[in-house]
């Protein structure tokens, strides 16, 4: 079975600091994809990043940056230099190679950010 | 390029009573996926159309069914609806495998 375990309901911060959501996911599947969403107020949910289970390599984009371990089944997410305008509801999710396109989602880490 | 659309935004409904939702996908997009967003939640799979038939279909019962148009857009369905339908409920447009779009979403509240 899969699951996405975000442990962290909460997160509060000063603005300019630098945050890590945590992520622990399950899966039987030796292929798989992950992938991080950010759901501001207004309710849509806003793409972020897919990786998939082949590559590890860290990814940077800006002040996001993700650290996918498969040997700890992670996927955590990190905001550098904080923003105001960060503050939303994060979710991670997986989608099964086999299972075309049924996404996995996590229950969220809810992030204020301070000003 | 329009993005993922739903109509309505906000609806509310009483108990037992039928619901029609509706989504068109992002231009060029053929797979549409339905999400349920209960509160504090994240969002629960429903299921997903392609070329017109329902290709997967997540842990919902019957009350819950759609279709898909040739145009590729999609209604969700929601018969003798019950309290705890009350959500957020997300539709998301793709071609192909994993870039999943989605929409503003339609406030559904069951009174």
């Known amino acids: 079975a899969q699951k996405v375990t975000q442990a962290q309901t909460e997160i509060s911060v000063v603005e300019k600091e630098d945050v890590t959501l945590d992520c622990v996911y399950e899966?039987?599947?030796?292929?798989?994809?992950l992938f991080w969403y950010k759901q501001p107020p207004s309710g849509e949910l806003v793409f972020l990043i897919r990786?998939?289970?082949?590559?590890?390599q860290n990814e940077i984009s800006g002040r996001y940056s993700w650290n996918f371990q498969k040997s700890t089944s992670s996927f955590n997410f990190t905001i550098t230099a904080s923003q105001v305008v960060d503050s939303a509801v994060y979710f991670c999710?997986?989608?099964?190679?086999?299972?075309?396109?049924?996404?996995?989602f996590g229950k969220g880490t809810r992030l204020h950010i301070l000003p | 390029d329009a993005g993922v659309t739903q109509s309505p935004t906000h609806l509310i409904k009483t108990r037992g009573q039928q619901v029609t939702l509706r989504c068109s996908p992002k231009?060029?997009?053929?797979?549409v996926s339905w999400y349920q967003q209960a509160l504090g939640q994240g969002p629960q799979f429903i299921f997903q159309?392609?070329?017109?038939?329902?290709?997967q279909r997540g842990n919902f019962p019957d009350r819950f069914s759609g279709h898909q148009f040739p145009n590729y857009s999609s209604e969700l369905n929601v018969n003798a609806l019950l309290l705890g339908d009350s959500a957020l409920y997300l539709c998301?447009?793709?071609?192909?495998?994993?870039?999943?779009?989605f929409g503003p979403g339609t406030r559904l509240t069951v009174t």
């Open positions: 998301a447009s793709s071609l192909g495998i994993r870039e999943q779009y």
């Open positions: 899966t039987r599947d030796t292929t798989y994809y």
């Open positions: 990786r998939n289970s082949f590559d590890e």
């Open positions: 999710a997986l989608s099964e190679a086999n299972r075309d396109d049924k996404i996995i």
């Open positions: 231009s060029g997009h053929d797979t």
């Open positions: 159309y392609y070329e017109e038939e329902e290709r």
